[in-house]
């Protein structure tokens, strides 16, 4: 064996352990998606006399009690994962959500299915702060688009998976209503995967520089790293772990943070990518897409049948985000997603006015929804996670990404809670609601929002500065 088969294969085997670690910490994302689309399918179960015997009110609160408790958990999540390492936040929040699945399983009234789907909640947002944050700083910046992209693939796999699993419970639930218990409690299964799997890979060496243990990350960047690039990423981490220590050596506080006129200005930039995100009407398709199909024409079997095309779409846009986002860069993508999706959303109002009760006019909305969520899951769904990981020093990751994480959540709860209303109202306008929000997306992203393709984390910190510190 030549010298340059012997790299090759060590180079392959640190890509694959590094891409084992990815799909592991991944798990929470699974987990995200799983748990925000379950509860779809089995609140028509839950409602049934015999069982939980729900109000439309009270369905309204099982669903969105997961969000809300995600919004917390998001902004708590970050500073505790600075505190005690990625890894061991990502090991605890298995826990959770095995335990929080069980207690869905479990539930005897109302109230204490809303506790635990609050619970589920504050593992959705934390998983949403810290997965993306953690693989980011694994990854090599070659990699790193790719890699972190890997986490709304799995989101968006996640909500597929409980579409699938809606479908295939559902004809049961014809004999035995409590199906829904089932539903629920099958997201214990990944729950475990993310808990067992999180003791195989390693902590985040970024982490590991940053408490004062060199030893160990150097040990980790052996295991992920080529042995040829091992010293200089040390030296990088450790140079830059040096200069955040020389201002304070304690985590920023949300004091110090907004004390900083630069990192107010990175928390901005977040925070608005993350509401450009939920406005752009994402989650009023994927929460209430049988009613806008239903709206277009369709009877309510095949509107079923329509809308877990949804689920599958997201798959295949998210994919193609990751083959794409380090190729073409973050901004390109956000401006090629707020563009397109802008356009279908104009299309389908108006279509949906100039002929709505139209055969071809319902079979052209659908088509269009189906690409707005091909081209949403593989741009701004993903670029926004991505963007978030990459913009915030190591010293404000953890307080910064759980609160631009913690505005997106509150979007989300917000759209969530809105979309029936305005449905109800005129679903035209609706979508034109959504369009005027993607043109403000790509003007704020044209003035606000740097390319971080290919920039080393440290060197995106610099951008920040030099703009703003003045």
Not at 422 to 432: D, G, K, R, V
């Amino acid at each position: 064996m030549d010298v340059s088969e012997s790299t090759n294969k060590k180079s392959n085997s640190h890509t694959g352990f590094l891409w084992l670690a990815t799909f592991i910490a991944a798990m929470g994302s699974l987990l995200f998606g799983y748990d925000t689309g379950i509860v779809n399918g089995s609140l028509e179960f839950m409602a049934v006399k015999g069982q939980l015997d729900l109000t439309a009110f009270q369905q309204g609160i099982v669903s969105s009690g997961l969000t809300l408790g995600a919004a917390f958990g998001a902004i708590i999540g970050g500073p505790f994962a600075d505190k005690i390492g990625r890894k061991k936040i990502l090991t605890i929040l298995g826990i959770i959500f095995s335990v929080g699945a069980l207690g869905c399983a479990f539930a005897t009234n109302i109230t204490i299915l809303i506790v635990f789907r609050f619970v589920l909640g504050l593992a959705v947002g934390s998983a949403s702060a810290n997965v993306p944050v953690y693989i980011a700083e694994i990854a090599p910046t070659e990699l790193r688009g790719k890699m972190v992209t890997t986490a709304q693939v799995m989101i968006v796999s996640g909500q597929f998976v409980a579409f699938g699993v809606n479908a295939a419970l559902t004809p049961l639930g014809a004999q035995n209503a409590a199906i829904w218990r089932w539903m629920l409690g099958l997201g214990t299964i990944p729950g475990i995967i993310l808990w067992i799997g999180m003791y195989l890979i390693p902590e985040s060496p970024r982490w590991l520089v940053s408490q004062g243990k060199m030893d160990k990350a150097l040990g980790v960047l052996r295991r992920i790293r080529s042995a040829a690039s091992v010293e200089s990423e040390m030296k990088e981490i450790q140079d830059k772990d040096k200069a955040d220590k020389e201002l304070n050596a304690e985590q920023a506080t949300f004091k110090e943070l907004i004390s900083k006129r630069w990192v107010v200005q990175i928390l901005i930039t977040g925070a608005m990518l993350g509401i450009i995100q939920q406005f752009a009407g994402i989650n009023s398709i994927m929460y209430y897409g049988g009613k806008i199909i239903q709206e277009s024409g369709f009877d309510t079997t095949v509107a079923a049948i329509l809308n877990a095309g949804n689920g599958f779409l997201s798959i295949v846009g998210a994919v193609l985000g990751m083959f794409t986002i380090d190729w073409l860069g973050r901004r390109k993508l956000e401006f090629a997603g707020l563009t397109i999706c802008g356009i279908t959303l104009v299309s389908a109002g108006v279509i949906h006015t100039v002929a709505p009760n139209a055969s071809w006019a319902g079979i052209t909305i659908v088509v269009l929804v189906y690409l707005y969520i091909i081209f949403f899951q593989g741009t701004l769904g993903p670029v926004t996670w991505l963007i978030n990981s990459e913009i915030f020093p190591q010293r404000y990751r953890g307080i910064g990404t759980g609160i631009t994480i913690f505005v997106l959540w509150i979007g989300n709860f917000i759209v969530g809670l809105l979309s029936p209303v305005l449905l109800e109202w005129n679903m035209s306008n609706t979508f034109y609601i959504f369009a005027v929000c993607c043109v403000l997306g790509i003007i704020f992203v044209a003035l606000r929002v740097p390319e971080t393709k290919g920039v080393p984390l440290e060197e995106i910190e610099k951008y920040f500065r030099t703009k703003y510190d003045k």
